[in-house]
């Protein structure tokens, strides 16, 4: 009887083994992480860009943001800029679909012109625009089976995609810019949780580094409007 029960314990365990070792297509992780987007009302955002000199290991300016951001554009967040490691600006945000107001240094709170132009300084990459950038790049840079989930990895100098960098994201890039990028999903492959982006302008002898994450959907929680 013991050896059936452990035979029987054997046999499921394989079995788990070869269900968690398939890998979905990579036609497949697009569909599922377009699809997801749809059902996202709501996500944590951090943002950190660090630009060098190439060749240096210290980077000359630093920007350091982090939001809350929903899909009706209320959102919050804040964002510290440095320079050689000191900080030169300090600011926060808060914004319905209507209204948005930004404050420097904890001082008072103004109004932006739109509740946009409020978030845009903190939801720096909204994860729509990552959304849309996967779609440009999905016939160069397909999805891979990683170890937690799946990822798309590229280094190069590809000129279709420097462009989608460039108009999708915002990112400037030119002749001689070098690109590595990598993103990264959940173990399922239905969110996007990370994105590594390194733009090396060989020309001008500078790198520009950013790592994004994308976190707790749907979980996040309203402030009220200032006063």
Not at 52 to 75: C, F, H, L, R
Not at 98 to 111: Q, S, V
Not at 184 to 191: E, F
């Amino acid at each position: 009887m013991m050896k059936w029960i452990k035979s029987t314990m054997v046999i499921a365990f394989l079995f788990i083994l070869t269900a968690c070792g398939k890998s979905l297509s990579t036609e497949a992780v697009q569909e599922q992480v377009v699809t997801s987007a749809d059902s996202i009302l709501n996500y944590h955002i951090t943002v950190k860009q660090s630009d060098y000199k190439e060749g240096t290991k210290t980077p000359s300016a630093q920007t350091i943001a982090s939001a809350s951001a929903w899909k009706d554009g209320t959102g919050y967040g804040s964002k510290i800029d440095k320079t050689s490691g000191k900080v030169t600006n300090q600011l926060e945000v808060i914004a319905d679909a209507n209204i948005g107001f930004i404050r420097y240094y904890h001082d008072k709170w103004e109004k932006t012109i739109t509740a946009t132009s409020s978030l845009q300084n903190t939801v720096v990459f909204p994860y729509t625009k990552l959304i849309q950038f996967t779609k440009e790049i999905h016939q160069l840079v397909p999805w891979t089976k990683g170890w937690q989930g799946y990822e798309k990895s590229y280094s190069g100098d590809d000129e279709a995609l420097r462009k989608a960098v460039t108009s999708v994201l915002g990112i400037a890039t030119n002749d001689t810019s070098k690109v590595e990028l990598k993103i990264k999903t959940d173990a399922t492959g239905d969110l996007i949780t990370n994105v590594e982006i390194k733009v090396v302008d060989e020309g001008e002898q500078t790198r520009k580094e950013y790592a994004i994450a994308y976190l707790q959907f749907n979980e996040q929680q309203k402030k009220a409007l200032p006063k």
